[in-house]
């Protein structure tokens, strides 16, 4: 789905597909170089499901060897997202021990997901574990989460697209967009 097909329900685009993919080409080489001399593939961690696209098109960009498995939480409740207490819903399949770990997310906002999921995955004895994440909103981090690798910050505002939903919608729009309020109001 292009914004195009969508423009009403849009208000404006604020990352192009172009600019994804291109900003996804530069943190694949970074990755490149920084797992060059690795010991066994790398093992890319993505939260469903809205990491799903990031993890399509970053793994793809990537030239070294890569292990993907994927995780799937929740937050305890609805509204109790500060809490901060998450719940596994599907657990990794692959063991973690001695792996260089690379969590992909496609957006960072209060931070409290990733915070319990980087103690969580750090229990079970990785080498390494850093967080690659698409997108972030700095005005709401709550929660300071050592991230290696950034794709954009992006204002706080509703953004939908490249993963990102509005009740289960948009997932599949190519762009990043806010939505326009008549959507949700
Ligand atoms: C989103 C996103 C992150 C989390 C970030 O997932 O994919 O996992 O929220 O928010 P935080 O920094 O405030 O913790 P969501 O719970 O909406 O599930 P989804 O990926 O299935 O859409």
Known sequence: MDAA???NQL???ILTNDELQNRLAQIAAEIDRDYADAEHPLLLVGVLKGAVMVMADLARAISIPVHIDFMAVSSYGSGTKSSGVVRILKDLDIDLKD???LIVEDILDSGLTLSWLIRNLKSR???SIEVM???RKPDAVKVEV???YIGFDIPNEFV???GLDYA???RNLREVAVLSPTVYS
């Open 133 to 135: 994440t698409m997108m």
């Open 125 to 127: 004895g990785p080498k």
């Open 11 to 13: 208000t404006k685009v």
């Open 146 to 148: 050592p991230t290696k």
């Open 168 to 170: 289960e919608q948009y």
């Open 5 to 7: 097909n969508i423009e």
């Open 99 to 101: 792996r260089d770990v």
């Open 160 to 162: 939908v697209g490249f």
